[in-house]
């Protein structure tokens, strides 16, 4: 483990002050048993493939339960990351979401490119991101274990795992009907019902309709709509059979369906950052665009799980699942009023998997888990760019790019130049096809050498094979000179990945851990619109990642209140990182194995009953994610970016909870509920730059640089045997501070701000 510098060695000391000094803990967990005398109920996750407390788990995890995603009116999986430190979501739009761990992620804008967190659904991975952002529909709870997992779940991943977990179908009839509406003309109604069939069969059904008018206003002269808008349809059916003695069989449907204009940013410069751009279409929530941003986005998915006891305690468990993704996706590529260039994207994705794992009986001494996955992919993209107005194109290039450089050439270079393959002729494509297989054999091995010591070994093997068939079709480019090709080829990757945990239960209900985890993410092909120079250098091999832990975990014997700390050091070797590279006056995008980082920190989560009414969570992450050696990743004038802060990755993020509820008439209960969380600032770019000079008018103008941030959410509601109504509210405050800022691929600059304050009423009924 490297040498901490300074500023981390002051944040552990602030952060054991903290932990010394402050009322505790953390996540409550609906389904937790609890003892006899408990104040609040003891955590109980599936992490480790058991049913445990959170305690006994060696590594950081937090759980967020449907009552707290109830309470802070979540309704899709990125609104989670204001309730979990060092977890960031970036959820601009589904093409290309990125969920990060302790400042590391990705998105896969790129069909050949993993994301480096792993998402899963009941157990089954979700693959790309189209797919990620689920709507939180009738869900028990949500786990999120920080650091590297592989030996555990079926597709490895090097920074972290999200687990959605859903409510099973049960043997009581019930139902549940949900009506929510608010400003912006938003509007969801959701429910299930269960169905027991007979003594040995439920079946459960669960759906949502959820609409909300965007608001991003085009002044585009004619255009209708507005960016931010969403429409989302998602349904789930569970059949659960128990009709066969020590046998389980649960079946599940589920799918989704999403027709948006998303958020694609508010320009500040025009299309190529030569100027700032027209007052007409500057500022917060307003943009100026000749195409609306579109994106229909159809997930859908089967599963079957089978479940078998052994009469000698152990369990057989099999899952297998078939998915499918298919997003098209239009926007205008010059984000502007000029009619020039639109694109045109469609990725499709059909994946199977199967697991299966047995589980060694409960034991004070011995347990284990082996396994064994298998993972296929076929990935298809159509991918163009189409001229908007083609006489338009030439005189933008003729004013913009030609003019000022001939303006610098001599005349006698001008003689004879044929101008027309100077401008593009026609549309530019990228079409193919990205196959992977996968499979690992894994295992996790626990032992108790004393009643208080805890040995875990993980082990996990595994193979990924991947083959491209690509075409790229730049004859029509002109000036930007994109490439002509076709492209097929074949890789493999193998990995041996340990991890080693040693658990000390200090006393019954406190628990320190130390644990040793690595990690691996497949390499992948760079397909995307590049240059003749870039075909030789399509391939990127993989990533590694060795994660170092402690943790400290427990309760009050009463258990009013919980606390959990850890401290953290991850090492990625090989990091592939997405570069902007400058060609020219164009911009190119090309993941290379760039850099090697390092992130570290610590993770405090409290959270404790004050009194019988009235209780309080504190979470808090601190994060040090760096470059610790990149040296082409920056601009030609600074291509060095080592020691750099990684990209969105705030140093400070933290969160608290406050609850208090009480009786109301007979039979009745109201309560409040409040939840602030702080996310530090951030830079959007390798170079960590705070300010963009436009190219013509050299105004100086922020860009890159994201200010740290507060929102809040709050909700008062009532609650009775059979119904309940509540007021609910985002963004409480109704900060509207930068949240997002990109330079396009002709240059100019957008910025995104945090979404605007929502509000509205919800009402009940259970039956």
């Known amino acids: 483990m490297r040498h901490m510098n300074k500023k981390f060695k002051l944040s552990l000391l602030f952060s054991a002050m903290a932990f010394a000094n402050t009322q505790v803990l953390a996540n409550e967990v609906q389904d937790a048993e609890k003892a006899e005398n408990d104040k609040i109920e003891v955590i109980m996750v599936t992490a480790q493939k058991r049913i445990q407390r959170i305690i ?12 707290v995603i109830n309470k802070s009116s979540s309704q899709q999986l990125s609104d989670v990351q204001d309730l979990v430190p060092n977890l960031n979501i970036q959820d601009i739009n589904s093409f290309n979401n ?78 549940k009907v949900k009506a929510r509406v608010g400003n912006f003309n938003s509007q969801q109604y959701s429910g299930f019902v269960n169905m027991p069939l007979n003594e040995d069969v439920a079946l459960k059904v669960s759906g949502s309709l959820m609409q909300r008018d965007g608001f991003v206003d085009n002044v585009f002269p004619g255009s209708e709509g507005t960016q931010g808008d969403r429409d989302n349809i998602t349904y789930r059916g569970q059949l659960f059979v128990d009709s066969f003695e020590d046998l389980e069989l649960t079946f599940t449907v589920d799918g989704s369906s999403a027709d948006e204009a998303p958020l694609f940013g508010e320009h500040v410069t025009d299309f190529n950052g030569a100027n700032l751009v027209e007052e007409e279409g500057k500022g917060k929530w307003v943009t100026n665009t000749n195409i609306l941003a579109s994106e229909d986005r159809n997930t859908s998915g089967i599963a079957a799980e089978v479940l078998y006891d052994f009469e000698h305690g152990g369990s057989l468990k099999s899952i297998t699942a078939n998915r499918e993704t298919r997003l098209h996706y239009r926007s205008d590529l010059d984000y502007s009023s000029l009619e020039l260039f639109k694109l045109n994207y469609t990725d499709e ?32 993209t159509d991918r163009r760019v189409e001229l908007d107005n083609p006489d338009a194109v030439i005189a933008t290039i003729d004013q913009t790019f030609l003019k000022p450089l001939l303006s610098t050439l001599p005349v006698d270079t001008l003689v004879g130049t044929p101008f027309e393959y100077l401008y593009p002729l026609g549309d530019t494509t990228t079409v193919g096809t990205v196959d992977t297989v996968s499979y690992a054999a894994f295992s996790n091995i626990t032992y108790r050498f004393t009643p208080d010591w805890q040995l875990g070994v993980g082990l996990r093997w595994g193979k990924e094979t991947r083959e491209v068939d690509w075409d790229i079709d730049g004859s029509n480019s002109g000036l930007f000179g994109i490439a002509t090709a076709s492209y097929v080829d074949e890789f493999s990757d193998t990995s041996f990945l340990p ?20 990690g691996t993410k497949s390499g992948g092909f760079n397909l995307d619109f590049v240059n003749e120079l870039q075909l030789d250098f399509l391939q990127f091999d993989k990533e590694t990642s060795t994660n170092y832990e402690f943790g400290i975990k427990g309760y009050n014997d009463d258990h009013t209140f919980n606390y959990s700390v850890t401290l953290f050091n991850t ?48 979470s808090v992450g601190y994060l040090d ?107 409480l405050s109704d900060d509207d501070t930068l949240n997002f800022s990109r330079r396009q691929f002709f240059g100019g600059l957008d910025e995104i701000y945090v979404s605007p304050r929502t509000y509205g009423v919800e009402v009940s009924y259970s039956f």
């Not at 006994?56 to 009552?67: G, Q």
């Not at 991890?499 to 690595?518: D, G, H, K």
């Not at 990182?577 to 409290?606: K, P």
């Open 98 to 175: 990125q969920v990060s761990i302790r400042g590391v992620g990705s998105s896969s804008r790129n069909i050949s490119f993993d994301t480096r967190v792993g998402v899963y659904l009941d157990g089954v991975y979700l693959g790309q991101s189209p797919g990620l952002n689920q709507d939180l529909m009738d869900i028990e709870r949500v786990e999120v274990l920080r650091g590297p997992q592989g030996s555990l779940f079926g597709k490895n991943t090097v920074a972290g795992a999200i687990n959605i977990l859903t409510k099973k179908p049960s043997d009581e009839f019930e139902g």
């Open 349 to 380: 994705y059909d994946q199977f998997t199967q697991e299966f794992q047995y589980t060694s009986k409960s034991d004070d001494k011995f347990e284990y888990i082996v396994g064994l996955y298998y993972y296929q992919q076929e990935s298809f």
């Open 625 to 731: 994610a760096t470059f610790d050696e990149f040296k082409e990743g920056g601009t030609a004038d600074d291509p060095d970016v080592s020691g750099n802060r990684l990209p969105t990755a705030p140093e400070l993020q933290a969160v608290l909870n406050l609850d208090y509820s009480d009786e109301f008439g007979s039979d009745g209960t109201w309560y409040a509920h409040l939840d602030v969380a702080y996310t530090g600032d951030q830079y959007s770019t390798t170079n960590n730059v705070k300010t963009l000079t436009t190219s013509v008018s050299n105004d100086v103008i922020p860009f890159a640089y994201l200010p740290s941030r507060t929102l809040a959410n709050a909700r008062v509601g009532v609650e009775f045997d059979n119904w309940s109504a509540s007021i609910w509210v985002r963004n």
């Open 499 to 518: 991890s080693v945990s040693l658990n000390y239960n200090v006393t019954e209900n406190m628990v320190s851990y130390l644990r040793y985890a690595t």
């Open 56 to 67: 006994d788990v060696p590594t950081s995890i937090a759980a967020v339960t449907a009552d």
């Open 571 to 618: 090492v990625f070797d090989d990091y592939q990182q997405q570069q902007s590279l400058q060609v020219g006056e164009n911009t190119i995008f090309v993941i290379s194995n760039a850099a090697s980082v390092i992130t570290r920190g610590v993770e405090l989560e409290l959270s404790g009953s004050v009194t019988d009414n009235f209780s309080v969570g504190l």
